[in-house]
T-cell receptor, first 114, second 113 residues
Framework: DGGITQSPKYLFRKEGQNVTLSCEQN?????MYWYRQDPGQGLRLIYY???????QKGDIAEGYSVSREKKESFPLTVTSAQKNPTAFYLC?????????????FGQGTRLTVV | GQNIDQPTEMTATEGAIVQINCTYQ??????LFWYQQHAGEAPTFLSY????GLEEKGRFSSFLSRSKGYSYLLLKELQMKDSASYLC??????????????FGQGTTLQVKP
């Protein structure tokens, strides 16, 4: 079955530590996205990548970093510079020329800073 | 800037009909999506509108008026499992025909017996 997989589902981090969230897709999609979701604020775009080895900042990129070395993978690192990292993180993918094709989402990773 | 507005919360009764509104102010328009999201889960696709009018898909319908910057999601014969958040999103008008979306804050719908 084709899909998009995020891991882990729950993640705990101590203050001052970097942590990497995994996102893998086997849909052969060119584009991948990372969103952050906070209560009452909807989804906000962190980073996105339209093609391998290229990515762009979204609306709230500060304190985050990404890489896109393979088409299937788009890991997100939450660095110690992110002031308020506790949130629900969602990864999505879509064809590059999306047309009426929706973005597909992973199941999300809930990150908690302890 | 781009802005999308939805009501924060709505309550409806099982078996009834509910309409969730979404208004958008964007520099252009290239398509509008509705997603359903149960708490702690991934958003799942419900509908896509790019032309004016009503798109019907079973118990769910979505309407678009581009001249008014307005869409609504209509849920008929409500079931308890329809209790969820409903996300309105428009394709980023500056991104061409890509899947880059701008989301509203979501509407949490509670269905009561």
């Amino acid at each position: 079955d084709g899909g998009i997989t995020q891991s882990p589902k729950y993640l705990f981090r101590k203050e001052g530590q970097n942590v990497t969230l995994s996102c893998e897709q086997n849909l052969n999609h060119d584009a991948m996205y990372w969103y952050r979701q906070d209560p009452g604020q909807g989804l906000r775009l962190i980073y996105y990548s339209q093609i391998v080895n290229d990515f762009q900042k979204g609306d709230i990129a500060e304190g985050y970093s990404v890489s896109r070395e393979k088409k299937e993978s788009f890991p997100l690192t939450v660095t110690s510079a992110q002031k308020n990292p506790t949130a629900f993180y969602l990864c999505a993918s879509s064809p590059h020329r999306a047309g009426n094709t929706e973005a597909f989402f992973g199941q999300g990773t809930r990150l908690t800073v302890v | 800037g781009q802005n999308i507005d939805q009501p924060t919360e709505m309550t409806a009764t099982e078996g009834a009909i509910v309409q969730i509104n979404c208004t958008y102010q964007t520099s252009g328009f290239n398509g509008l999506f509705w997603y359903q999201q149960h708490a702690g889960e991934a958003p799942t696709f419900l509908s896509y509108n790019v032309l004016d009018g009503l798109e019907e898909k079973g118990r769910f319908s979505s309407f678009l008026s581009r001249s008014k910057g307005y869409s609504y999601l209509l849920l008929k014969e409500l079931q308890m499992k329809d209790s969820a958040s409903y996300l309105c999103a428009v394709r980023d008008p500056d991104s061409g025909n890509t899947g880059k979306l701008i989301f509203g804050q979501g509407t949490t719908l509670q269905v009561k017996p």
